[in-house]
């Protein structure tokens, strides 16, 4: 089966998330998403959660993390271990390790914390995904990382980078997936049984995130 999963997503439980899970998972559902992976900043929610929350929301909510490394950042999918500390390889190298899912999030995108070209090809041998469309990444930098996918024959992936609910699924990924448990759709995920789709983010949605982020830090 065909499922429509946003793999890049942040909760109000980032520095710079806006909206709450529950908000997050109605917005899904109203873009006809049947999932989301949470990959809050630095901050893990774990498998126990994962299949807690996809039970109270009627989602697939997919465990993951987006970390900040000195070289840039980097998804984590169905994460087993803490990541402190570690550098671009060793997290890679970590992850291949746990059986978890590593993707490259707006990987040239300088503006977003991409980890760029030369970081991306040392990465090549951990047989990363490529978030070739992330929708608050301007389009030069997604061609960029499509072209980049292409040349290395490596999977691509779709997220929306969404920090307010209105992003959630303006660009997301296509899983084909055997069935809808959370195994299986993150299994399908790691062997690169996906496809990039959507749009960017409107800039009405960016503006409304922007401020809805202002107004969050003054009420702190």
Known sequence: MLLKI??????????????TIGEIAEA?????????????????????DALRLSG?????????????????????????????GLSLRAVAE??????????????MDPLSHGIGFSEATSLIPYCPLI??????TLDRYN?????????????MVAGSDAHLADAVGDAFTIV???????????????VGKTAPSGKRTSAATAAKTVCTRLIRRIRR
């Open 6 to 19: 946003d793999l890049h997503v942040h909760t109000d439980r980032s520095p710079d998330g806006c909206s």
């Open 176 to 190: 084909d997936s055997p069935s809808c448990d959370l195994v299986s759709v993150v299994s399908s995920i790691s």
């Open 131 to 136: 978030e070739a469309l992330n929708a608050s």
């Open 56 to 84: 109270e929301l009627g989602l697939i909510v997919i465990p993951g993390v987006e970390l900040s490394t000195p070289a840039g950042h980097l998804i984590v999918l169905n994460p087993k271990r803490e990541f402190v």
């Open 143 to 155: 061609s960029r990382a499509k072209d980049f996918a292409l040349k290395n024959s490596l999977p």
């Open 94 to 107: 970590s992850t291949r390790q746990d059986g978890s899912t590593l993707i490259i999030p707006h990987p």
């Open 28 to 48: 899904a559902k109203r873009k006809g998403l049947q999932g989301l992976a949470i990959t809050d900043h630095d901050l893990i929610l774990s498998e126990s």
